[in-house]
């Protein structure tokens, strides 16, 4: 090992056994019957210093090989930094090409890992940790597996080994497609999503979904979605288990036969239902001419009758419920003004019926996702009736123009000129999702992100707003609630 550390600032070289007498020597010098090195004798600030200066992960872990008091240093400085939290197998191995360091390192940090993500082969990753001894990630509360090789599905046996190794699992993703076996194994687990909008071969076993539901009392996030197919599983007999369950997400075929149990649950904060594929053709009607767009809005129109009171955000992607104009001229939630997050996505009729919601003056979320003739005047209506608007969505909003940002601007800016003084209060800027809207590119051209003038006031996005589906509407082919 060969490790360098600066003249100028420690005034000494060291080589792994012996160094230079430092500059700065310590008040009695060394007996010649004391062989420690130099170095050994510097205080844990100045070995903070040193690790500093290390170029690499492989220089660190060389440091911390050394000795006890090195490695106790290292792991400090690994473990308060958190750039180590997520342990990405691949990622890691790019950083540490020699298998010992690897090992080294990942046991060393084995106590602090808090979250995987996994793009490879789940099998091999775990025969991969079976192989570096490591059994147990006591401190693992995320896990997210995501395979580039969507053909990998983990089987039965890898579900098992993981629960044993991460006993304290709080949150699991898994986006291929799973029978759900010893899935209920995960003693302690709180979030369980297994949606993504791309084909599963198969879905989550329906005796499984009963395992899950009956045996993991802490389960407050259940997605079990599946995107394009109708969906076969069913909820009469768990519903009764989830009374811990805050958000719940589902096709519309497992929903429509526990609606009302599922409305009553005492936790439920957020509902989404994923509209079903397949729909019925009237008989005389042309296969190839017939509006493939789905239509059951019965239940939506029933949440919205049972919950009104409870409602507090509401969000319906337009294309696949392309509701009739008027809709919502006679909603239950007018009585009660408790809206504070809004998304409709993919509207193509005319933006009139809008202005009805300005009356929500607690609105702090407004997302109007891909509409086909949303407009300035509208726009600006919202940001002057609404004063605690947060989020503000309208991509691929293509009519907008850049007036629009100069009238919200002379509003933000009165607003706060108005405010009284007395007092501290935080003012929160619009946070505007623009992603190919109509004023995309002048937002670039004038570089209006650093602008001095919209800092505090504006700041555009370039991400969708926190919770928030892919593409083009806010909830994928479906509908949304928040309840109060």
């Known amino acids: 090992m060969h490790l360098i550390v600066d003249k100028d600032i420690f005034g000494l070289t060291f080589n792994g056994v012996m160094a230079e007498e430092p500059s700065t020597a310590l008040a009695t010098p060394p007996t010649p019957i004391e062989q420690t090195a130099d170095i050994f004798k510097l205080n844990n600030d100045c070995l903070d210093c040193i690790f500093e200066r290390l170029q690499d992960l492989r220089s660190e872990v060389a440091f911390a090989k050394v000795c006890q008091r090195f490695q106790w240093i290292c792991l400090n400085r690994w473990r308060s930094s958190h750039a180590y939290d997520q342990l990405d197998m691949e990622k890691w191995r790019e950083l540490l090409p020699n298998y010992e360091d690897l090992c080294y390192f990942i046991r060393q940090?084995?106590?602090?890992?808090?979250?995987?993500?996994v793009s490879s082969c789940l099998c091999t990753l775990l025969r991969d940790l079976d192989e570096m001894q490591i059994y147990v990630l006591p401190n693992v509360t995320s896990f997210y597996y995501d395979p580039e090789d969507m053909d990998c599905y983990p089987s039965d046996r890898s579900i098992y080994k993981m629960a044993k190794m991460m006993p304290n699992l709080l949150r699991l993703r898994l986006t291929t497609p799973i029978q759900g076996r010893y899935l209920s194994n995960f003693r302690h687990l709180q979030e369980l999503h297994l949606y993504e909008d791309q084909h599963k071969a198969y879905e989550l076993q329906q005796e499984y979904l009963d395992e899950i539901c009956s045996q993991?009392?802490?389960?407050k996030v259940l997605d079990i979605r599946m995107y394009d197919v109708i969906?076969?599983?069913?909820?009469n007999n768990c519903v009764d288990y989830l009374q811990n369950l805050s958000i719940l997400k589902l096709n519309l075929a497992t929903f429509k036969s526990v609606l009302p149990d599922v409305l009553k649950l005492p936790a439920l904060k957020q509902l989404v239902v994923l509209l079903d594929t397949e729909w019925s053709i009237p008989p005389l009607a042309s296969v190839d001419t017939f509006d493939h767009k789905i239509r059951e809005v019965r239940e939506f129109y029933e949440i919205m009758e049972r919950k009104a009171p409870d409602i507090v955000g509401?969000?319906?992607d337009g294309y696949y419920m392309p509701l009739e104009p008027g809709w919502d001229a006679d909603l239950p939630i007018w009585s009660h003004r408790k809206l504070q997050r809004l998304a409709i996505c993919s509207w193509t009729h005319a933006v009139d019926f809008l202005e009805r919601y300005t009356?929500?003056?607690n609105l702090q979320m407004l997302c109007l996702r891909n509409w086909t003739y949303l407009c300035d005047d509208m726009l600006v209506k919202f940001i002057e009736s609404c004063p605690h608007l947060h989020h503000l969505d309208?991509?691929?909003?293509?009519e907008l123009t850049p007036n629009f940002l100069h009238r919200a601007l002379k509003i933000l800016k009165q607003r706060e000129s108005t405010k009284p003084c007395s007092g501290f209060t935080i003012v929160r800027p619009l946070l505007l999702y623009y992603v190919l809207c109509g004023f995309e590119d002048y937002v670039d051209s004038k570089e209006l992100k650093t602008s001095s003038d919209y800092k505090n006031y504006i700041m555009f996005m370039d991400e969708f707003p926190v919770s928030s589906e892919r593409g083009l509407s806010f909830v994928d082919r479906g509908y949304q609630f928040d309840f109060e």
Not at 231 to 235: A, I, Q, Y
Not at 394 to 398: A, G, I
């Open 216 to 219: 993991l009392p802490n389960l």
């Open 109 to 117: 940090m084995r106590p602090f890992i808090k979250l995987m993500t």
């Open 231 to 235: 969906s076969k599983l069913r909820l």
């Open 314 to 316: 509401f969000a319906v």
């Open 359 to 361: 009356c929500m003056i």
């Open 394 to 398: 309208v991509s691929y909003c293509r």
